[in-house]
């Protein structure tokens, strides 16, 4: 199994963290992607990729206003730049002794630790391991993108669960959705109207 | 194992429970039995409504099945768009700790031993908790709330409306107190009538009485409707029934009666004549003139005497002056004080009733004792009658026996409450058209009123046949145990038969919507809880099921069979 670390921690709080990485590691992660920071012997916590920014320095501002920059100049800034490609990260719970809780991690990664991608198996325990109460996490977070951020994380995982032959995870992944959205009209047909244009990605063979 | 259709969502004994359904609402109609299973508890109810619900109205409103892919959308539908049923709470029912624990067991004896009282249905007091889980009645359900089959004493009377399960008639409850069968004209009345009188005539518990005023009951008749032939009761109880044809030499369907009714003028009494105020448009000073009649001739002659009396018959005076010749009615008006223009306007009036062929000096026979003696007997009597099918006929026969019978009956009971012998045989009176006579004019003066009100002491009861229950005065109405009500359009009948019950708002729309002539619904004291059945077909099948097979001829087949080829 490879391990692929996708950068170290830049920031950290008990709702999330900001990871930064190199350019060269940025192929790896995407946007709904399920990381992993393990801390000790044990205790490793869990986290949504919700966010991924680059920011700008000085070179890059004078470079952008340059006319007809030389390829190699392009790719010495991307490689050798100043400042980190940041990710940004919602903690959506923690694992201690084996076992997966879906609560935020009792005391934050520290900065510089490691962040994993979660591989298959991984993402398969951590979503199966209770009855998506993760899903709180998100839909607490008022200002970020939830409808878009389900549906991608809906669609890596139902790719995940149904290669090892659950096809309903997405089903009911939805259903818990519709059940903890239904009193709040405008943010669940945001999310179903993103699921929807998920299609036919999530559904395909959805029984 | 139990199909659950729901679950308690909210509600109270007031504005009935409501019941999120988790099964397509075509599975539930109005009116269904649904049992309510909420801990050591178990709660019967009736479907009153069922209601289209969605957590947001905008749910509902927007056509998302349109704009999003089928399973989406049918995900979002299960969740966010909803049924509700209505339930009617009627009754409630302990039955223990859970079924195969230890206390369960413990509670059990305690039954056996006699230290706790033996669980029966009783009326609704608290409410189910949230959550408790709902289903449809089963056979075991409706067997223990209106009785088993098997039991003698219940009559099947039709069959739940979903699964045809058997809901049984206490008949011995049902005879106690006067009782009604309802529905508008067309609904089913009168099968519906001849089922019960099979049943009660069968189980014999009590003797009944029909004034049947278009001669449905007795004899073989045909269906208005169908034109099929309908079996009449003394066809199938030929030892049991009596048929009685009102005035001599009466033929019913072109049959013969087993005897003729003919009343003697003497029995006509001015009772009689005050309650035909109505039809024979009598003035406010009859009671007068008919008081005067019985202080000159008495209570037996006073008809006959009446009736001899002439009108206008004058003679001359020596003086030469014409005045009242005696033997006329003013002479007679004269005589006693009475005023000459009531006398004779009353004289005129009563002439329908003079005229009548029934009413005769000296009948063959003193067949109104030989009807109670047959009653008293045990024997149930049709009272048919024939051509006479005038208001007038209905009106002064049908309260002349009655207040005949009261007497008996009255009379009987004193005797048995004093000695303690001979115990009164319940009668059931048959009442067609019931509004008749018990209309708010009529109701005080009528036998029927009185039998309706107090003559459950004295075990006689009434059972009301009508299409026009609110013309039936209210506090009749509010004496009937049980209510048997077809369909019923007019919004007053629909209060009428539902006065002095609980949950009326509730059954109201029922009644409105009840199939005609399949569906009846149960109501009042007499059944456990209001529930609306398929009532039972009155053709070959149900005979054969109340009687048992006929040992009529057998096929070749058959012996053929029996005999091994």
Known sequence: MT????GRLLRAGTTGFVVGCRVSQIESPSFGALVRVPLNAGYQIYGLVHDIHIDDDGLVRQLVTTEGIDQAIIADNRVNRNVPIEMSVLSLGFQQDGKIHYLLPPRPALSLDAIYLCSDQEVRD?????????FRHILRSADLPVGELLAAHINQVQAVQAAAGNHNWALEATQELIILLRDDYVTLMNVISTLADAVPETWEGVR | MAEYIGYVVGGGLKENLNVRLTVPSNQVQEGAFAVIESGEWQFYGLVTDLLLGATDPRFADEQSEARLPMQLANLLHGQTLYTNLEVLPALMLERGPELGSDDYQIWQEEIEAGKRPRPRPLPVKTIPSHHARVRMANQGDIAEIFGKEEKEGNFVL??????????????????????????????GKSFLTRLVLAGMI?????????FDMHNEYGFDDTASDTGEKVIGLRTKFPSRVRVVGLGAGAQIRGQTPDFNLEIAMQDIQPEDIELLSRELD?????????????TDYGRDEWFREFRKLK??????TDEGKKVPAPGSVAFWANSMGVNILAAEGLHNKLRRVFNLPYV??????????????ALEAGQHIVLSFGKHEADLDYLLVSNLLTRRIRQTWEKRTNDYRTSGKGEPRPLVIVLEEAHKLLNREMAAQTTFSIIAREMRKYYVTLLIVDQRPSQIYDEVMSQLGTRISGWLGDEDDIRAVLSGLAGRSALRGMLARLQPKE??????????????????????????????????KRGEAEILEELGF
């Open chain 2, 311 to 316: 009108i206008g018959e004058t003679v001359l």
């Open chain 2, 282 to 294: 009598l003035k406010e000073t009859t009671p007068t003139t008919l008081d005067a009649l019985i």
């Open chain 2, 519 to 552: 569906e009846v619904l149960l109501l009042g004291w007499g059944v456990p809880m209001p529930l609306p059945i398929a009532s039972r077909r009155y053709d070959d099948q149900f005979w054969q099921e109340l009687l048992g097979k006929p040992p009529g």
């Open chain 1, 126 to 134: 951590f979503t199966a391991a209770g009855r998506f109460g993760y």
């Open chain 1, 3 to 6: 391990i692929i670390e996708v």
């Open chain 2, 360 to 373: 005769v000096e000296k009948p063959a026979a003193d067949s109104i004792s030989e009807i109670i003696k």
């Open chain 2, 202 to 210: 069968h189980y014999n518990r009590a003797s009944v009485l029909v």
């Open chain 2, 158 to 187: 039709g069959y739940t409306r979903e699964q045809s399960h058997p809901v049984c008639l206490d008949l011995d409850k049902f005879v106690q107190r006067s009782s009604g069968v309802f529905g508008a004209t067309g609904s």
